[in-house]
């Protein structure tokens, strides 16, 4: 399941208090109690921003958040009443991505986590677009568009255009395409060459001189940008 915020804190009143507040502002929020409860919850599920406090039972945030950063780019906020600036700058230097000191106003803090949130998404959704001359290819939406208009590509065509796209420029193989769009499921040869002519159809002004999707003979094909 997808959480948009994870609460790591051993002051149970407090943690429940703030997931209570966001999930009454539609942030998705969990909350565990120790560093344990933290590893096995993200080995299950799938987690936006991590809320760690710095003092945990039988551990500290600080050795958490190295754990963590082993295997995930999470963002966490550190949050404690210590106020040390040797605290902050462990925590910003270890992989924290901010310091929120105890007591918190709930709606700042709040705000700072959707602001955060938001930034991230944004970033992930404008990355996954791949624009190649007047051919935009949404990866994440699995759409495809011609000077901004919908090709209304079937699956499988959306796939070998995305496929040529990821690959521009480069000669990819017959066994390539098929291995990468088809994966285990056969087609012939020929059954490949009239999947690419469809596509051809959609995206070129000319399909029997392409100006993208090339073939090249006894290789297979290359789409030039």
């Not at 009143?13 to 009454?24: G, K």
């Not at 299950?44 to 754990?67: H, P, Q």
């Not at 310091?99 to 998404?121: C, F, H, S």
């Amino acid at each position: 399941m997808r959480y948009n915020v994870l609460i790591v804190d051993d002051e149970t009143l407090l943690s429940n208090m703030t997931a209570e507040y966001f999930n009454n502002f539609g942030v998705l929020t969990k909350t565990v109690n120790t560093a344990k409860e933290c590893i096995d919850f993200l080995k299950e599920n799938v987690v936006d921003l991590i809320l760690l406090d710095i003092n945990l039972i039988e551990s500290s945030g600080f050795d958490l958040c190295k754990i963590i950063r082993q295997e995930y780019d999470t963002p966490i906020f550190f949050v404690s009443a210590r106020m040390s600036s040797d605290d902050m700058l462990i925590a910003l230097n270890i992989g924290g991505d901010d310091y929120i000191t105890k007591p918190y106003e709930l709606g700042v803090l709040l705000a700072k986590i959707k602001a955060r949130i938001k930034r991230d998404t944004d970033k992930k959704e404008s990355s996954s677009i791949v624009t190649v001359n007047n051919i935009k290819v949404d990866y994440v939406k699995m759409k495809a568009y011609l000077d901004e208009k919908d090709l209304e590509l079937k699956l499988k065509e959306f796939k070998l255009l995305a496929y040529f796209v990821a690959n521009k420029n480069k000669v990819v193989t017959k066994d390539e395409i098929l291995n990468n769009v088809w994966g285990d499921t056969y087609i012939s040869d020929g059954a490949l060459n009239v999947q690419v002519f469809r596509l051809r159809e959609k995206i070129e002004k000319n399909p029997d001189e392409p100006k993208y999707i090339k073939t090249v003979w006894g290789q297979g094909y290359i789409f030039e940008a």
